[in-house]
């Protein structure tokens, strides 16, 4: 299988995914490949209220961090198939995955049957 294209995207994805996370999150320094949520706000004497604003918005960016987290390690696991050379073959029954599939999403893990 040519895996050009889709390497390609990948990657673009990837540094995508890695400017999104770095908007609502740092890097872990005590866990390397992990992210924390920051809040986006950094308060100075906050009141109750600010308070309660400060934890919903680290809170809604844990969530917003989660869901790119778990999409960037998907994007990942699709390179390291690239390297090993076992990208494009469906997690179920081995079987090539659809062209059309990876297209449409070059991170894609199984065949169209086994979605
Ligand atoms: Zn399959």
Request: aromatic share 4%; charged share 30%; glycine share 4%.
């Given at each position: 299988?040519?895996?050009d294209?889709?390497?390609?995207r990948?990657?673009?994805?990837?540094a995508?995914l890695?400017?999104e996370?770095a908007?609502v999150?740092r890097?872990?320094?005590?866990?390397p490949?992990?992210?924390?949520?920051?809040?986006?706000e950094?308060g100075?004497?906050?009141?109750l209220?600010?308070?309660?604003?400060?934890?919903m918005?680290?809170e809604?960016?844990?969530?917003?961090l989660?869901d790119?987290e778990?999409?960037?390690?998907?994007i990942?696991?699709a390179?390291?198939?690239?390297?090993?050379g076992?990208?494009?073959?469906c997690?179920?029954?081995?079987?090539d995955?659809e062209v059309?599939r990876?297209?449409?999403?070059?991170?894609a893990?199984?065949?169209v049957?086994?979605?």
């Amino acid at each position: 299988m040519k895996t050009d294209q889709f390497k390609s995207r990948l990657e673009e994805e990837k540094a995508k995914l890695e400017a999104e996370m770095a908007s609502v999150g740092r890097k872990n320094p005590s866990v390397p490949g992990d992210w924390e949520p920051i809040p986006s706000e950094t308060g100075v004497e906050a009141d109750l209220v600010d308070q309660a604003d400060v934890v919903m918005s680290r809170e809604s960016n844990t969530a917003i961090l989660a869901d790119l987290e778990a999409r960037y390690d998907t994007i990942l696991a699709a390179l390291s198939r690239i390297e090993k050379g076992t990208y494009g073959k469906c997690s179920v029954c081995t079987k090539d995955i659809e062209v059309a599939r990876l297209e449409a999403d070059p991170a894609a893990t199984t065949c169209v049957e086994h979605l």
